[in-house]
Structures are given as C-alpha cells and as structure tokens.
C-alpha cells in the first residue's frame, strides 16, 4: 500500500520545515561567533564518526561533490580542527582525522545543540521521543536510498525499522 499524495506533501513539508528551523537556530549559534561554517562543523562530526577518511568517501557519504569537502576540510583545517596527511597508499589522496582541538569543539557544538533540544521538547514525554526518532530514522533510511537508486545505486541496505 503506497501512501497517499496528501500524506507524502505532508510529510515533506514537517521533513523541511524541521530542517529550515534547525539551520536557523544553527546560523543564529555561528553568527554569534560560535566556531566555523556550519556546514564545515556538520563534516567535522562526520569525520569524528569515520576516524581517519579519505575526501573522496567523506564527499560519497554527504552526497555532495569532493570540492565542496576539500573546501570544507581547508576551513577546518585553518581553524585546526582536522589533521590532514597524505595516504600511504596513494600520496594523491589526502586523509584527515579530528583533532583534539576539533574534539573539544563538537563536544561544545553537541552541548548547545543537546540544551536547545531538551528546552524546546521539555514537555514530550521520553518514550515519545524515542519512537519519534526511530520513526525518523526509518524515513530518513528509506529515502536515502531512495536518492542512490535514483543515482543508479541499486545497493539497498536493510533497515528494519518500521
């Protein structure tokens, strides 16, 4: 059973307006000085999760192309938030890991996110929350893979969770 147009516009447009609200918040937090483009600190929590990491497999996990990354990690880099070195496979590429300095920051990032949440949500009940996020991350599996069939990855990973 497919679900109907009115739910699907629906849907998308929570999907959209909770991104549009989280950015705003996020932009308000850079603009009072705290740390790099937002962006930037979005790749930097992604290679925290990776370890040491290529740009070319940082650039296929974000969907984006590998100039966006390479100016992202140079932004990160300045502010010493990465360490970069070439890979001993092939001195081409370029690996990069999170630096401790770049650690203390995600650890703060994290901290003003975490209470942002807690404070707007204080009134939501625990069990709610956790079933909205596994709901949430169920649709977010299946359109991600969504996107690379559409890009003609027809590699589909089982979720499990509906």
Do not use: Y
């Amino acid at each position: 059973m497919n679900p109907s147009d009115e739910v699907c516009v629906d849907l998308l447009r929570q999907i959209r307006d909770a991104h549009q609200l989280q950015q705003a918040w996020t932009l308000q937090h850079w603009h009072a000085g705290q740390g790099p483009n937002p962006a930037a600190a979005m790749l930097l929590s992604e290679i925290q999760r990776s370890g040491e990491v290529r740009l070319s497999e940082l650039a296929k996990r974000r969907m984006v192309d590998i100039s966006v990354v390479s100016r992202q990690v140079a932004q990160l880099a300045e502010a010493e938030l990465i360490e970069r070195r070439p890979s001993p496979d092939d001195g081409r590429a370029t690996l990069v890991r999170i630096s401790a300095k770049g650690e203390e920051h995600l650890d703060r990032w994290r901290r003003h996110h975490i209470d942002f949440v807690r404070n707007a949500l204080a009134d939501w009940d625990e069990a709610a929350l956790r079933d909205l996020t596994e709901r949430l991350g169920a649709v977010v599996d299946d359109l991600r893979t969504a996107v690379a069939d559409t890009a003609g990855n027809a590699e589909r990973p089982a979720t499990g969770r509906r």
